[in-house]
């Protein structure tokens, strides 16, 4: 099974800007982004249903963005913070129904995963 692919990781200031993309051309019911920093646990950042129907985790909302276009899941990041430094995984998953696709749902539920595109914020 081929697995999604992050790219547009990179280094910025704190509250700059920053958009990140993930290639999975395959049909996916429930597809997210998850992140895990320096000593902290995976933590789940945004999700996107099969509905279109977005959920942030509450540390993002008003600042990130998920979105969706063909085989491309997008996360548009604003005004970054230093706690958002991390390597973001891209995540989709085929079983989690509308309700459990949500960035509160353990990261194990989820079946895919990419390989991580590094974010580093700098205050």
């Known amino acids: 099974q081929a697995h999604p692919v992050e790219s547009g990781g990179d280094s910025v200031q704190s509250g700059g800007s920053l958009k990140i993309s993930c290639v999975e051309p395959?049909?996916?019911?429930?597809m997210g982004w998850f992140r895990q920093g320096p000593g902290k646990e995976r933590e789940g950042v945004a999700t996107?249903?099969?509905?279109?129907v977005p959920a942030y985790a509450e540390s993002v909302k008003d600042r990130f963005t998920i979105s969706r276009d063909k085989d491309t899941l997008y996360l548009q990041l604003n005004d970054l913070k230093p706690e958002d430094s991390g390597t973001y995984y891209c995540?989709?998953?085929?079983?989690?129904?509308?309700?459990?696709?949500?960035?509160?749902?353990?990261?194990?539920?989820?079946?895919?995963w990419g390989q991580g595109t590094q974010v580093t914020v700098s205050s």
């Open positions: 995540v989709a998953d085929n079983y989690l129904t509308t309700s459990r696709c949500k960035p509160g749902t353990d990261a194990s539920k989820f079946d895919n």
């Open positions: 996107l249903n099969v509905d279109g």
């Open positions: 395959s049909h996916w019911f429930c």
